[in-house]
């Protein structure tokens, strides 16, 4: 799982909570959210510098990349998911369902047909601290999908807080993590599974995946055997696609969420609470 000879790095600290990594291969750089700070953070791999990506930025929280390159951004303030065009400018790709305000999207990912799939918890909108304390319009919380052509579906339900998903590398499967217990006390820390429909856009009712033994999943990634890389309250859980626990990366941090990253995507990037972090696996990530 991870290299006998390598070890965690801390490669900048002073956040107050931090997530959303991702890595663009074509700058060689990771950017990442400093939520409460209401900044993304931008380290580049070829030096180590550190620089301001954007402030303010509306509170953002997960980020992916899309087929094409682009930056998708949730954001808590926004109350959207949008996308950074090639010129700069931004698209809000999603910020209503139903004619409702959706909550604070938060984390999300890119299949392979172009669409959009990411949650909406309400954690931006439960205080001032990671966006604007406000009214929830939607029913609950829930998970959605954004089609190539703009339609907004809800996927998924049946979940408390959802929080960070991701695919199966053969995309047969969507992998969700539910954070209720933050809300809701008698909430199991889960992931739960969902297999996909054979249309590719729905999601047959979901089952219990892993149960976490250390505060809370977050964000997670999945990497080319299948295998899950899981954030958590003592550092990244990694499990097998059949559930099994094969090993843990422990930190002195919370961590947030993860990617993988470098020219080998052989590079795990961490956000822990106040820092970025990376350690190399004998794994790559999928996607």
């Known amino acids: 799982m991870v290299h006998m000879n390598a070890g965690p790095e801390v490669l900048w600290s002073g956040g107050r909570w931090t997530e959303g990594p991702v890595y663009f291969p074509a700058g060689r750089y990771v950017i990442w959210s400093d939520i409460p700070n209401d900044r993304i953070l931008r380290w580049d791999e070829m030096n180590g510098a550190v620089a301001t990506f954007e402030q303010p930025c509306r509170n953002q929280n997960g980020h992916t990349l899309d087929r094409q390159g682009r930056l998708i951004a949730c954001e808590h303030r926004g109350r959207c998911v949008s996308r950074y065009e090639f010129g700069g400018s931004r698209t809000v790709l999603a910020d209503r369902f139903d004619g409702k305000r959706l909550n604070s999207p938060n984390d999300v990912v ?40 703009g339609t907004l579906t809800r ?20 992998y969700v993590a539910d954070t ?24 047959r009712d979901g089952e219990t995946f892993v149960t976490c033994d250390a505060g809370l999943f977050d964000g997670f990634r999945v990497d080319t055997g299948g295998n899950l890389w899981c954030s958590a309250a003592d550092g990244v859980h990694c499990f097998a ?47």
């Open 110 to 149: 890119v299949k392979s047909d172009g669409s959009v799939w990411f949650t909406d918890p309400s954690y931006g909108i439960d205080s001032d601290y990671e966006g604007d304390a406000s009214p929830m319009e939607q029913d609950g919380r829930h998970v959605y999908r954004i089609d190539p052509d």
């Open 155 to 174: 996927v998924v339900e049946d979940m408390k807080q959802p929080n960070g998903l991701a695919f199966s590398p053969d995309e047969a499967v969507l």
């Open 180 to 203: 209720g217990r933050t809300h809701f006390p008698d909430c199991s820390p889960d992931i739960r599974r969902y297999r996909l429909s054979p249309d590719g856009k729905s999601l």
């Open 241 to 287: 696609s059949d559930g099994t626990l094969l090993g843990k990366v422990l930190l002195d941090e919370v961590v947030s969420n993860l990617c993988f990253g470098g020219p080998k995507r052989n590079r795990l990037f961490i956000t822990a609470t106040t820092s970025l972090r990376s350690i190399y696996v004998n794994a790559r990530g999928a996607g």
